[in-house]
């Protein structure tokens, strides 16, 4: 089974990175498209290990790449709220301070709860690997969920390429949430296999995802007709996000005349 979802995980990678070069969508998110590379190559890289190597040398390989795979997910949460919390190269007004409070609080709360918990580890290490696991799962999901609530207190629309991309991170880092959770908290070792397996087809199916919602045209932006003084109005009220059009979306489209 193992060997089957690596070579599904490798070919889905393959083919979502082959669709971001071919419709130059990395331009528009480079560290996701980065990211995705990555994913091609730590299978490669944990396939050997596990296959031909010891069990020593793949852990050290597989917290490698775990380590870097954090790092880079860190770095498409901020390219998301890049792209979602600006307007011409300008953070959203109250966007700025709320990323920072999240920034500030998920690190803190993923501490706790990474030493709070009982993993049911055989070894100091592997004890100190299970709370490294909940401290960056828990650190991931906070930060993109932190971005997606504050996305949508500023009256932010859903509908660009990041925001879309955003669709299947939730789905994917939920499910990493919790089965964590139940490893570290409940100690669902005689499911781990099992556990596991379904948050690899979660990755699995939001990368078909991405395939094709990157392989689809980008909606068009907001089309501004010169001398309409109701529509200049309206957009205005729009772009004044914060507490008094909190029930307004910044981004939804106009369709062209």
């Not at 979802?5 to 560290?31: C, D, E, S």
């Not at 770095?75 to 700025?96: D, F, M, N, T, Y």
Request: charged share 15%.
């Amino acid at each position: 089974m193992a060997t089957v979802l690596w070579g599904t995980g490798f070919v889905l990678n393959a083919a979502l990175l082959l669709v971001l070069i071919y419709k130059r969508r990395y331009r528009t998110v480079p560290w996701f498209t980065l990211w995705v590379a990555s994913q091609s190559l730590y299978t490669i890289v944990l396939f050997g290990a596990f296959r031909f190597s010891s069990k020593h040398v793949y852990a050290v390989a597989y917290w490698s790449c775990d380590f870097l795979d954090v790092l880079l997910q860190l770095a498409v949460i901020l390219e998301i709220a890049g792209i979602v919390l600006r307007r011409s190269k300008r953070w959203v007004s109250g966007a700025r301070p709320r990323l920072i409070l999240m920034g500030a609080i998920a690190p803190v709360i993923a501490l706790v709860m990474a030493l709070s918990m009982h993993p049911a580890a055989d070894s100091k290490l592997d004890d100190l690997f299970a709370r490294a696991s909940v401290f960056t799962t828990v650190l991931v999901f906070l930060m993109f969920v932190g971005v997606v609530v504050a996305s949508r207190q500023l009256g932010l629309g859903w509908r660009s390429y990041a925001m879309r991309e955003s669709y299947g991170f939730i789905a994917w880092v939920t499910i990493g949430f919790l089965t964590d959770g139940l490893h570290a908290y409940w100690r669902t070792l005689g499911h781990f296999t099992l556990l596991e397996n379904v948050h690899i087809a979660v990755f699995q199916l939001a990368a078909i995802y991405w395939a094709f919602i990157f392989w689809l045209p980008e909606p068009a932006a907001p089309q501004i007709v010169p001398g309409n003084k109701d529509l200049m109005e309206a957009l205005k009220g729009r772009l004044e996000y914060g507490q008094r059009s909190s029930g307004l979306s910044a981004t939804d489209r106009i369709p062209p005349k």
